[in-house]
């Protein structure tokens, strides 16, 4: 590949990140960021014991800990953290592609995950999404150094990079589990060693996590602030591949391109039966580790529904080593049209994602509580549901309205969030009637019985006013007392 080409290309994934640290900086906090924060400003113990009674391993949330202590706790800094983890995977991913393929393609790959809207999203998203998918990365690199060596090299790197991936995200433990079940389908080509090194890793790798796991299940099994995920779909399945590549766009844009599947088919289908002039080796382990772990988080939502895009974006380093080596296969002259359109058509989808007020992981709560602190009045109560939404409310507001959830939830006590009953939300309203005059109900993320709310309070109370805001997030209010 020419040098101009070289330098196009990289011209562009800096341009796109000029454009992200703009847009993703300007806005709101979001529910997962806003508690992120929150615990990552708690003691080390504390930290741990919140995180074992959330979904969240510990890794992440020790690093930006520390890393609070240093820079601050403000938003764009907490975002800074994440932009690394996603600076540091684009020469790791460089290095993997090029050990498979050759310096061409990794260059492609490397410029295309650099540029998917859904990469650049969570790289500027103060969660764990990044530092996940620099293990990933790395791990893969060093996983096809133990086959190819059969057990030589590589099993430091593995082992660490395995052991880290873990304590980053529960999920990365399904990478493991399609990399042990690649092995037993290659099975043909393991030597005694290699088989082993890996039974030996694995053990390694589960008896370091079992501390932890013991931890979480003394707490009670992760079961504090679990918000209500849906059961997935045939269409979900297909929907998360697309988002890989064209990000979170409005629910017409992507039933549009997603109705398109049957032509992706027909392609993917003729490029796998031509001859090949780039070679890719291991193509088969990419193919496993980029549908695989999908498929089996897919079918194990159906017992316990887990399926969300974000903790599935360990994925895509492999995804897009494997569509770099397809478009390079098309030829010199193909491969420059496409690539341009392919570019194009993301950095499209990039400008529609992170400016279109119809996105659907885009969250107000800026903009909601910019409306608390100019409306509600010390005699006022904000009544915030669910109630692990009080994270993002809580750090934005500067008003001086009291703060509550609906149901009443003391975090700093060991337990689940107690159950919506409407007794209980008969003598919270009662309590309230005595202190407070009017009531500012926020609505965000129904956990089941948000109409039970809205039906109890528009039956009994006068409702003053009603706003809606971007994400389906609601501002209800109702006078309580006329004295």
């Given at each position: 590949?020419?040098?101009?080409?070289?330098?196009?290309?990289?011209?562009?994934?800096?341009?796109?990140?000029l454009?992200?640290?703009?847009?993703?900086?300007s806005?709101?906090i979001?529910?997962?960021?806003?508690?992120?924060?929150?615990?990552?400003?708690?003691?080390?113990?504390?930290?741990?014991?919140?995180?074992?009674?959330?979904?969240?391993?510990?890794?992440?949330?020790?690093?930006?800990?520390?890393?609070?202590?240093?820079?601050?706790?403000?938003?764009?800094?907490?975002?800074?953290?994440?932009?690394?983890?996603?600076?540091?995977?684009?020469?790791?991913?460089?290095?993997?592609?090029k050990?498979?393929?050759?310096?061409?393609?990794?260059?492609?790959?490397?410029?295309?995950?650099?540029?998917?809207?859904?990469?650049?999203?969570?790289?500027?998203?103060?969660?764990?999404?990044?530092?996940?998918?620099?293990l990933?990365?790395?791990?893969?690199?060093?996983?096809?150094?133990?086959?190819?060596?059969?057990?030589?090299?590589?099993?430091w790197?593995?082992?660490?990079?395995g052991?880290?991936?873990?304590?980053?995200?529960?999920?990365?433990?399904?990478?493991?589990?399609s990399?042990?079940?690649?092995?037993?389908?290659?099975?043909?080509e393991?030597?005694?060693q290699?088989?082993?090194?890996?039974?030996?890793?694995?053990a390694?790798?589960?008896?370091?996590?079992?501390?932890?796991?013991y931890y979480?299940?003394?707490l009670?099994?992760?079961?504090?602030?679990?918000?209500?995920?849906?059961?997935?779909?045939?269409?979900?399945?297909?929907?998360?591949?697309?988002?890989?590549?064209?990000g979170?766009?409005?629910?017409?844009?992507?039933?549009?391109?997603?109705?398109?599947?049957?032509?992706?088919?027909?392609?993917?289908?003729f490029?796998?039966?031509?001859?090949?002039?780039?070679?890719?080796?291991?193509?088969?382990?990419?193919v496993?580790?980029?549908?695989?772990?999908?498929?089996?988080?897919?079918?194990?939502?159906?017992?316990k529904?887990?399926f969300?895009?974000?903790?599935?974006?360990?994925?895509?380093?492999?995804?897009?080593?494997?569509?770099?080596?397809?478009?390079?296969?098309?030829?010199?002259?193909?491969?420059?049209?496409?690539?341009?359109?392919?570019?194009a058509?993301?950095?499209?989808?990039?400008?529609?994602?992170?400016?279109?007020?119809?996105?659907?992981?885009?969250?107000?709560?800026?903009?909601?509580?910019?409306?608390?602190?100019?409306?509600?009045?010390?005699?006022?109560?904000?009544?915030?549901?669910?109630p692990f939404?009080?994270?993002?409310?809580?750090?934005?507001?500067?008003?001086?309205?009291?703060?509550?959830?609906?149901?009443?939830?003391?975090?700093y006590?060991?337990?689940?969030?107690?159950?919506?009953?409407?007794?209980?939300?008969?003598?919270?309203?009662?309590?309230?009637?005595?202190?407070?005059?009017?009531?500012?109900?926020?609505?965000?993320?129904?956990?089941g019985?948000q109409?039970?709310?809205?039906?109890?309070?528009?039956?009994?109370y006068?409702r003053?006013?009603?706003?809606?805001?971007?994400?389906?997030?609601?501002?209800?209010?109702?006078k309580?007392?006329?004295?």
């Amino acid at each position: 590949m020419k040098r101009l080409e070289v330098f196009i290309i990289y011209a562009v994934v800096i341009a796109s990140l000029l454009i992200n640290l703009f847009y993703l900086y300007s806005q709101s906090i979001r529910l997962d960021e806003a508690q992120s924060i929150w615990v990552a400003t708690k003691s080390v113990p504390t930290l741990l014991k919140i995180n074992g009674q959330d979904v969240q391993t510990p890794l992440y949330t020790l690093i930006l800990h520390f890393w609070m202590q240093i820079l601050g706790t403000d938003i764009v800094i907490s975002r800074l953290l994440s932009l690394i983890f996603f600076i540091l995977t684009l020469p790791f991913l460089y290095f993997l592609i090029k050990r498979v393929t050759n310096r061409a393609t990794a260059i492609l790959g490397t410029a295309l995950f650099a540029l998917s809207p859904f990469v650049l999203w969570y790289s500027q998203e103060a969660r764990t999404y990044t530092l996940l998918t620099l293990l990933a990365t790395v791990n893969h690199y060093y996983f096809l150094q133990i086959v190819d060596s059969k057990g030589e090299k590589g099993r430091w790197g593995y082992f660490i990079t395995g052991l880290l991936g873990i304590y980053s995200h529960y999920f990365f433990a399904f990478m493991l589990l399609s990399q042990a079940i690649y092995l037993l389908i290659k099975k043909f080509e393991s030597s005694r060693q290699l088989t082993i090194t890996f039974i030996l890793l694995g053990a390694c790798m589960v008896n370091l996590f079992l501390p932890w796991a013991y931890y979480v299940y003394t707490l009670g099994l992760a079961a504090n602030t679990q918000p209500i995920i849906p059961q997935p779909n045939s269409f979900n399945l297909l929907q998360i591949y697309f988002n890989f590549f064209i990000g979170f766009q409005n629910q017409l844009i992507q039933s549009i391109v997603i109705s398109l599947w049957p032509l992706f088919l027909m392609i993917i289908f003729f490029i796998f039966t031509r001859q090949v002039t780039v070679k890719l080796q291991r193509t088969d382990y990419f193919v496993v580790i980029s549908i695989l772990p999908v498929l089996l988080i897919y079918l194990f939502s159906f017992f316990k529904p887990i399926f969300l895009p974000r903790y599935l974006i360990f994925v895509t380093p492999s995804l897009f080593t494997l569509l770099a080596w397809i478009l390079i296969n098309f030829g010199r002259q193909v491969i420059s049209i496409v690539s341009v359109v392919i570019i194009a058509l993301m950095l499209l989808s990039l400008n529609f994602q992170d400016t279109s007020a119809m996105t659907p992981v885009k969250e107000s709560y800026r903009e909601v509580d910019k409306y608390l602190v100019t409306h509600a009045t010390p005699h006022d109560i904000i009544a915030v549901s669910a109630p692990f939404t009080v994270y993002p409310i809580e750090y934005y507001y500067g008003g001086l309205a009291r703060i509550d959830t609906i149901p009443h939830w003391n975090r700093y006590v060991q337990g689940p969030i107690p159950p919506f009953t409407t007794n209980e939300l008969v003598s919270q309203l009662k309590d309230y009637a005595k202190v407070y005059d009017n009531i500012y109900l926020v609505l965000s993320y129904d956990q089941g019985y948000q109409g039970k709310i809205v039906d109890y309070m528009d039956h009994h109370y006068q409702r003053l006013k009603s706003m809606e805001f971007p994400a389906s997030i609601d501002i209800r209010v109702y006078k309580l007392r006329y004295d």
